[in-house]
């Protein structure tokens, strides 16, 4: 596919954000991403014209029930059935903090079986409630994810987070089960770390929300569903950084970019 | 018929609940002798259905459905026939 004909649909709806910049990420690679409310798809129902499904950040529907818990199980009532084609198309789905709830709360993520009917994971409230800072995150991943696969293995990248529900947690029976298949799937994506790349094995604020394993991001079997609860549009351009002015070499991109652009090639790629 | 359902819905025992928490820790501060606090949610539903068996059918489905996640939820349902 030639990546100007690369069209990514980011669903808007009553307190989503952050879709301006994640769809000027997309625009700054040369791809085209329309702003779309869920109302409108569900009247157009045209999803498979998309090459990638976005969820974005924000608190929609207000947090209520649990984050991004509205938001999943309306959209499997709505859009079930065009979810699901577009899943098994392969099409790559991403969700940034919230859309990471919502991607949880609808089974597509960790989707150990395929998506599931009930959710196998769970964004907890964070052990010292809402949180908005930088953080660093170490990439996990082998070469499954297609929102990552230009990241090096091992680096360190830098990103934003801002929530109040994003303690990742498994069924506290199951956690080492759980986490033995996050391994053998390659579906670990990100984990919090400090800047030298040490894990935060649990403490704050490296690890700001008291993450199961330090958990900050994973992607479904297939790789092509991915979730992560730091922001990487707030993190696309170098000048985003809040201490930036002081870097002693300066660049054009920060790490968000290495999401985009993973897709985008991925995509150019796939044909 | 019209019942009024009381689905409160918990934190499962062993999941850190920092709401919990913060709200003993305060109520030591003021004096009392707490323990544990841990925090739930009440859902009270207006629900119309034949019989109580089927109101409490809908009520479990929708614990299962949208109110609870069993990662971390235990839910626990009452049932009152409108009179």
């Given at each position: 596919?030639?990546?100007?004909?690369?069209?990514?649909?980011?669903?808007?709806?009553?307190?989503?954000?952050?879709?301006?910049?994640?769809?000027?990420?997309?625009?700054?690679?040369?791809?085209?991403?329309?702003?779309?409310?869920?109302?409108?798809?569900?009247?157009?129902?045209?999803?498979?014209?998309?090459?990638?499904?976005?969820?974005?950040?924000?608190?929609?529907?207000?947090?209520?029930?649990?984050?991004?818990?509205?938001?999943?199980?309306?959209?499997?009532?709505?859009?079930?059935?065009?979810?699901?084609?577009?899943?098994?198309?392969?099409?790559?789905?991403?969700?940034?903090?919230?859309?990471?709830?919502?991607?949880?709360?609808?089974?597509?993520?960790?989707?150990?079986?395929?998506?599931?009917?009930?959710?196998?994971?769970?964004?907890?409230?964070?052990?010292?409630?809402?949180?908005?800072?930088?953080?660093?995150?170490?990439?996990?991943?082998?070469?499954?994810?297609?929102?990552?696969?230009?990241?090096?293995?091992?680096?360190?990248?830098?990103?934003?987070?801002?929530?109040?529900?994003?303690?990742?947690?498994?069924?506290?029976?199951?956690?080492?089960?759980?986490?033995?298949?996050?391994?053998?799937?390659?579906?670990?994506?990100?984990?919090?770390?400090?800047?030298?790349?040490?894990?935060?094995?649990?403490?704050?604020?490296?690890?700001?929300?008291?993450?199961?394993?330090?958990?900050?991001?994973?992607?479904?079997?297939?790789?092509?569903?991915?979730?992560?609860?730091?922001?990487?549009?707030?993190?696309?351009?170098?000048?985003?950084?809040?201490?930036?002015?002081?870097?002693?070499?300066?660049?054009?991109?920060?790490?968000?970019?290495?999401?985009?652009?993973?897709?985008?090639?991925?995509?150019?790629?796939?044909? | 018929?019209?019942?009024?359902?009381?689905?409160?819905?918990?934190?499962?025992?062993?999941?850190?609940?920092?709401?919990?928490?913060?709200?003993?820790r305060l109520l030591r501060e003021l004096g009392?002798?707490?323990?544990?606090?841990?925090?739930?949610?009440?859902?009270?539903?207006?629900?119309?259905?034949?019989?109580?068996?089927?109101?409490?059918?809908?009520?479990?489905?929708?614990?299962?459905?949208?109110?609870?996640?069993?990662?971390?939820?235990?839910?626990?349902?009452?049932?009152?026939?409108?009179?």
């Open positions: 596919m030639k990546r100007a004909d690369i069209k990514i649909c980011l669903l808007r709806v009553g307190g989503t954000n952050c879709d301006a910049e994640t769809k000027r990420s997309f625009e700054a690679l040369g791809a085209k991403a329309d702003i779309v409310h869920v109302n409108e798809l569900v009247k157009q129902r045209n999803l498979i014209e998309y090459s990638a499904l976005v969820f974005p950040g924000g608190f929609s529907y207000g947090d209520y029930v649990r984050a991004g818990a509205i938001w999943a199980k309306w959209i499997l009532a709505k859009l079930g059935k065009d979810l699901e084609a577009f899943v098994d198309d392969g099409r790559p789905i991403l969700g940034i903090c919230n859309g990471f709830q919502v991607l949880v709360e609808a089974g597509l993520l960790p989707a150990f079986e395929g998506v599931s009917q009930q959710p196998e994971a769970a964004l907890a409230n964070n052990v010292r409630g809402y949180s908005c800072r930088w953080v660093y995150l170490k990439h996990e991943n082998m070469d499954k994810c297609v929102f990552t696969w230009k990241v090096p293995k091992g680096m360190v990248l830098r990103m934003p987070i801002a929530h109040g529900e994003g303690r990742f947690i498994f069924p506290k029976e199951k956690e080492k089960e759980f986490l033995k298949k996050l391994y053998d799937n390659d579906q670990l994506v990100f984990r919090y770390c400090n800047g030298d790349g040490e894990y935060a094995e649990g403490g704050f604020p490296e690890n700001p929300n008291g993450s199961f394993h330090d958990i900050a991001g994973i992607c479904n079997p297939e790789g092509t569903v991915f979730g992560l609860m730091p922001h990487p549009e707030r993190a696309f351009y170098w000048w985003q950084q809040p201490d930036w002015t002081s870097k002693k070499r300066m660049q054009e991109y920060g790490d968000g970019k290495l999401v985009f652009e993973s897709l985008i090639d991925y995509l150019e790629r796939k044909g | 018929m019209k019942y009024r359902l009381k689905i409160h819905v918990s934190l499962k025992l062993g999941h850190s609940d920092p709401e919990g928490e913060t709200t003993a009392y002798k707490v323990e544990n606090v841990s925090v739930g949610k009440v859902y009270r539903v207006l629900l119309e259905a034949d019989t109580t068996k089927e109101a409490e059918r809908k009520a479990e489905e929708m614990c299962k459905r949208l109110l609870a996640n069993p990662t971390k939820d235990d839910y626990a349902i009452v049932v009152e026939e409108t009179k």
